[in-house]
């Protein structure tokens, strides 16, 4: 299984940014996962940035993303994005895309399969 995201880079801060991430696998149902994103900090632990079950119904959020980040997928295409919004330069960190078969799980430990992560920096 393959995950792989997109769209990360440098911003400034109050823009915006929309990262994607595409799923692949010879028996990988995207359909049937959900799908997290997470996020690592320069010398931080990993922490949970929002998830989206297989049938789009309620997304969570962290609280420090909750108004400005928004999750979606379409299972379509295999992808979920990530819609941030009013960056700030504590959004600065290492974005990894997450599926797993648990419904709308927050923890990493419930996550089967990681993407390599993706760099997003906040900086004027």
């Known amino acids: 299984v393959q995950l792989v995201e997109s769209g990360g880079g440098l911003v400034q801060p109050g823009g915006a940014l929309r990262l994607s991430c595409a799923a692949a696998?010879?028996?990988?149902?995207?359909?049937?996962?959900?799908m997290g994103w997470f996020r690592q900090a320069p010398g931080e632990e990993r922490d949970f940035v929002s998830a989206i079950s297989w049938s789009d119904e309620s997304p969570r959020y962290a609280n420090s993303v909750k108004g400005r980040f928004t999750i979606s997928r379409d299972n379509t295409r295999n992808t979920v994005y990530l819609q941030m919004n009013n960056l700030k330069p504590e959004d600065t960190a290492t974005y990894y895309c997450?599926?797993?078969?648990?419904?709308?799980?927050?923890?990493?430990?419930?996550?089967?399969?990681w993407g390599q992560g993706i760099q997003v920096a906040v900086s004027s």
């Open positions: 997450a599926a797993s078969t648990y419904t709308m799980a927050t923890l990493e430990g419930f996550y089967d399969f």
């Open positions: 696998g010879r028996d990988f149902d995207f359909n049937i996962h959900t």
